[in-house]
C-alpha cells in the first residue's frame, strides 16, 4: 500500500512538463504540496529503513548469543553424557568387586564349617581316647595326659584360627554391604 502510493506520487512529480505557460496560478502550489509530501515520505523511508537495518543487526546480535548458548549447552550434554558413560564403568566394576567377595566370602563360610565339624571330631576323638585310655592303660596315664595337653593346646589353635575365620567373613560381609550401598546410591 505504501509503496504503492510512493511510486504513484514519483509518476505525478515525473509526468510530462507542458511548455505551454501556467494557466492555472494553483498548479504551482499543487506541485509544492506534493513535492513536499514526497520529501516527507523519502524522509519517513529513510526512518523506516535505519529502524530496520537496528532492527535487524539487534536481531543479528541475538541470533549470535542464542548460537553460542546452543554451543555451550552441546558441551554440556557431550560432558554429562561422559560423566553418565563413567558413572555405569564405576557401577560395572563395583558389581564384579561385589561379585567377587560374595564368592570369596562363600568360600571363607565353607572352610570354616569344614574346620568346624573337624574341630568337633577331633573334640570327640580326644574324650573318646581319654576315655579309652583311662580304662584301658592306668599306667600310661602320665604319657597319655601329657599327648591330651598337647591335643587339647592343637585343639585351642583351631578354635583360634576358626574365630579368625570368622572375623575374617564378617569384614568381607562388611565390605559386601559397604559396596552394596554405594552401588544403589549410585
Not at 4 to 11: K, N, S, T
Not at 123 to 136: D, H, S
Request: glycine letters at 6%; aromatic letters at 4%.
Amino acid at each position: 500500500m505504501i509503496w504503492g502510493l510512493c511510486l504513484l506520487c514519483v509518476a505525478m512529480g515525473l509526468r510530462p512538463v507542458h511548455t505551454a505557460p501556467i494557466k492555472k496560478p494553483g498548479w504551482t502550489e499543487d506541485v509544492n504540496v506534493l513535492m513536499y509530501g514526497v520529501i516527507q515520505f523519502g524522509e519517513s523511508l529513510s526512518y523506516v529503513l535505519e529502524t530496520t537495518e537496528a532492527k535487524m543487526a539487534e536481531i543479528g546480535r541475538t541470533l549470535n548469543g542464542h548460537k553460542g548458548a546452543l554451543r555451550r549447552l552441546g558441551e554440556h550434554t557431550r560432558q554429562a553424557a561422559e560423566v553418565n558413560k563413567q558413572i555405569k564403568g564405576m557401577i560395572e566394576l563395583l558389581q564384579e568387586q561385589m561379585s567377587k567377595h560374595q564368592a570369596h566370602t562363600m568360600m571363607t563360610k565353607s572352610q570354616l564349617a569344614r574346620i568346624e565339624r573337624e574341630e568337633t571330631g577331633l573334640q570327640t576323638k580326644v574324650k573318646r581316647l581319654e576315655a579309652y585310655v583311662n580304662n584301658t592303660f592306668p599306667t600310661g596315664i602320665k604319657e597319655l595326659q601329657e599327648r591330651a595337653v598337647l591335643n587339647a593346646s592343637i585343639l585351642k589353635g583351631l578354635q583360634h584360627l576358626t574365630q579368625f575365620q570368622k572375623h575374617k567373613i564378617e569384614n568381607h560381609n562388611e565390605q559386601i554391604s559397604t559396596l552394596q550401598r554405594m552401588s544403589e546410591a549410585l
